[in-house]
């Protein structure tokens, strides 16, 4: 019989043993999770609404509008991860929903990452090029390069298209898992590539979608630090203040998350440390998936242009929508009101 080598993509590989302080890191997980799919659908669908349909398409606004729709598009996909949790790992869901929910869970670990540092970059070129980039900073070219974004994003997804597949254990038990049985002939060269494979990505999710990026919005961060420093300007900045509060909450709820993979890479052989992490690999992760719902909430409370537009655009809306089911006359007898104001998330 063929054995199975194969390893979940985020959730622990073994049961926890019954004890209050573990049944509580089972439990943690699944309220946090719950949360971030309430607040996160609710949050980013705001902020799709708001960016995309009632303020300008500028270059900020853009980049900020796939943000919340790659949180968006994460947080609609959470049902399952929870489900899936809270029945210890087992998958109902088949191998499609399989593959598809941990692809958009890839895609946002790197695409949020992506877009922070290309914001980032963006708000750096805007401060200490500023004539530059009123002729050249453009839509089209933002454009451009987010779909580059999102490209890149795809390959570095491919493991996850290509591996990962539900599995069955010998008890009819079916879970979502990284597969190698097709991947070699002997047991050997199955457990050979499943190394390397979890080598390979855990270093790449690390560098590539982690340090790498966060690396740059730091060197871009303290660039812009110094100049509005030195044009005393640091009090009044409201871009560099949201940057601030959406890089610092990136940082604290991936982090953690981020450390146990690189652990988990640098002792894939050693099998007692690798399993001693497991604990530790719902509650990192429920934190890091935690920050696709708390973007939109910085915006409110440290975006003062997006609040103001925000508040504009529920009460003209619902007025919009009442006065058309109310009556079919109201262009000619009572005139239309004027849009909302549309102002830059984010000014320049």
């Given at each position: 019989?063929?054995?199975?080598?194969s390893v979940?993509?985020?959730?622990?590989?073994?049961?926890l043993?019954?004890?209050?302080?573990?049944?509580?890191?089972q439990?943690?997980?699944?309220?946090?999770l719950s949360?971030?799919f309430v607040i996160?659908a609710l949050?980013?669908?705001?902020?799709?609404w708001?960016?995309?349909f009632r303020m300008a398409?500028?270059?900020t606004t853009?980049?900020?509008?796939?943000?919340?729709l790659?949180d968006?598009?994460?947080?609609?996909?959470l049902?399952?991860l929870?489900?899936?949790?809270?029945?210890?790992g087992?998958?109902?869901?088949?191998?499609f929903?399989c593959?598809?929910?941990?692809?958009?869970?890839?895609?946002?670990?790197?695409g949020s990452v992506?877009?922070?540092?290309?914001?980032?970059?963006d708000?750096?070129i805007?401060?200490?090029?500023?004539?530059?980039?009123q002729?050249h900073r453009?839509?089209g070219l933002?454009?451009?390069v987010i779909a580059?974004?999102?490209?890149f994003?795809?390959?570095?997804?491919?493991?996850?298209?290509i591996?990962?597949?539900?599995?069955s254990?010998?008890k009819?038990n079916?879970?979502?898992?990284?597969?190698?049985?097709?991947w070699g002939?002997?047991?050997?060269e199955k457990?050979k590539?499943?190394?390397?494979v979890?080598?390979?990505?855990?270093?790449?999710?690390?560098?590539?979608?982690?340090?790498?990026?966060m690396?740059?919005v730091t060197?871009?961060?303290?660039l812009?630090a110094a100049?509005?420093?030195?044009k005393g300007?640091m009090n009044s900045?409201?871009?560099?203040r949201?940057?601030?509060?959406?890089?610092?909450?990136?940082?604290?709820c991936?982090f953690?998350f981020?450390l146990v993979g690189?652990?988990?890479?640098?002792w894939?052989?050693?099998s007692?440390?690798y399993?001693?992490?497991d604990?530790?690999?719902?509650?990192?992760?429920?934190l890091?998936?935690?920050?696709?719902c708390?973007?939109p909430?910085?915006?409110?409370f440290?975006?003062r242009d997006f609040?103001?537009s925000l508040?504009?655009s529920l009460p003209?809306?619902?007025?919009?929508?009442?006065?058309?089911?109310?009556t079919n006359?109201?262009n000619?007898?009572?005139?239309?009101?004027?849009?909302?104001?549309?102002?830059e998330?984010m000014?320049a």
């Amino acid at each position: 019989m063929e054995a199975n080598i194969s390893v979940p993509p985020y959730e622990s590989e073994g049961m926890l043993h019954e004890s209050a302080a573990q049944a509580v890191l089972q439990i943690l997980p699944l309220v946090l999770l719950s949360a971030t799919f309430v607040i996160g659908a609710l949050g980013n669908g705001l902020v799709i609404w708001v960016a995309g349909f009632r303020m300008a398409h500028t270059v900020t606004t853009i980049c900020y509008l796939n943000l919340a729709l790659a949180d968006f598009s994460f947080t609609a996909t959470l049902p399952f991860l929870i489900v899936s949790m809270a029945m210890r790992g087992l998958w109902p869901f088949g191998w499609f929903l399989c593959k598809f929910v941990y692809i958009v869970a890839e895609a946002n670990l790197y695409g949020s990452v992506f877009l922070i540092g290309h914001i980032a970059l963006d708000r750096c070129i805007c401060v200490l090029h500023p004539v530059w980039a009123q002729k050249h900073r453009t839509v089209g070219l933002s454009k451009k390069v987010i779909a580059g974004i999102w490209m890149f994003t795809l390959v570095l997804s491919l493991p996850i298209f290509i591996f990962l597949n539900t599995v069955s254990n010998q008890k009819g038990n079916v879970y979502c898992n990284f597969n190698f049985a097709s991947w070699g002939a002997t047991v050997e060269e199955k457990k050979k590539l499943s190394t390397t494979v979890k080598t390979t990505r855990g270093i790449i999710r690390f560098l590539i979608g982690f340090s790498l990026p966060m690396s740059m919005v730091t060197i871009c961060y303290g660039l812009i630090a110094a100049k509005i420093h030195r044009k005393g300007m640091m009090n009044s900045s409201r871009p560099f203040r949201v940057l601030t509060a959406v890089v610092t909450f990136f940082f604290i709820c991936w982090f953690p998350f981020q450390l146990v993979g690189l652990l988990r890479t640098v002792w894939v052989k050693e099998s007692s440390k690798y399993k001693m992490l497991d604990v530790l690999i719902d509650p990192t992760m429920s934190l890091a998936f935690f920050n696709s719902c708390v973007n939109p909430i910085l915006y409110v409370f440290v975006g003062r242009d997006f609040r103001e537009s925000l508040m504009q655009s529920l009460p003209a809306s619902l007025e919009r929508a009442l006065r058309e089911d109310l009556t079919n006359t109201s262009n000619s007898a009572t005139g239309s009101d004027e849009p909302a104001e549309v102002v830059e998330l984010m000014p320049a």
